[in-house]
């Protein structure tokens, strides 16, 4: 018994091993945190951004159910942010972010409830995305968008 214990540590080390080299330059090269939904939205391709994971914060302004049967499940979140210009006017910058699978269907409520539960995501709620670039939409008033495919989201209560 011991000697198994033994040989499915050392396995488990040399399959660890890998992780140990991993520097800033090679999670840089997968992943992106510098980025807003500002800067999303002065970009008119992907460039260096394509295939990288994105870390955005924003808020909900829209969901939008695009299957709501727990399986496919399928939600698009329409995520905005902001700054001021000036004292007097607010400019908004907007991503819409999809969420495919039944593992979100319980994160985003098709019935806003009075006090939203602590894993899940209603409209005006500030939420943290990790996602990459899907491709791009326009908005209703013809401004192209970026669309993201979505794989974690956390609300920022």
């Known amino acids: 018994m011991r000697n198994k214990l033994g ?11 890998p992780l140990f080299a991993f520097d800033r330059q090679d999670f840089d090269r997968i992943a992106d945190f ?5 800067t999303l939205a002065g970009l008119s391709e992907a460039g260096a951004l394509s295939g990288r994971l994105l870390l955005l914060d924003g808020t909900v ?9 727990e399986s496919p499940f399928a939600v698009e ?3 905005a942010g902001g700054e001021w210009i000036g004292t007097e006017e607010v400019k908004i910058y907007l991503c819409r972010v999809r969420f495919r699978g039944p593992e979100y269907a319980r994160r ?3 019935r806003a409830p009075r006090t939203p539960g602590p894993g899940e995501i209603v409209v005006n709620d500030r ?12 908005a209703e008033d013809g401004t192209p968008l970026w669309v993201l495919e979505g794989l974690h989201v956390r609300a920022l209560r």
Do not use: C, D, M
């Open 7 to 17: 040989w499915i540590l050392a396995v488990a080390l040399v399959l660890a091993s």
């Open 34 to 38: 510098s980025v807003t939904i500002k």
């Open 61 to 69: 302004a829209s969901v939008q159910f695009l299957e709501a049967a």
């Open 77 to 79: 979140l329409e995520l």
């Open 108 to 110: 985003f409520p098709r």
């Open 127 to 138: 939420i943290l995305v990790v996602a990459r670039l899907a491709g791009r939409t326009r």
